[in-house]
């Protein structure tokens, strides 16, 4: 239950100061843009499919944990 009320009351924060506890705490990265930057964090399989197709642009960050 404490995880429940602790999650309600992130959303008093913006999205911002959010997203930065997330980078110092090592569980996102810093954003990107997946196309243009490629990532640093692919996988072997996610290269694969990189390399087979497809050009979305998108600004993202990735989840680490």
């Known amino acids: 239950m ?17 997203l930065q506890i ?11 843009c997946y196309t243009h930057d490629g990532d640093p964090y692919m ?3 996610e290269e694969k499919e990189w390399e087979d197709g497809g050009d979305p642009c998108a600004q993202v960050v ?3 944990v």
């Open 62 to 64: 990735k989840f680490l």
């Open 22 to 32: 997330g980078i110092d705490k090592g569980w996102i990265s810093e954003p990107f």
């Open 2 to 18: 404490y995880q429940i009320e602790r999650v309600c009351h992130m959303a008093d924060i913006e999205l911002g100061d959010w």
């Open 43 to 45: 996988t072997e399989e």
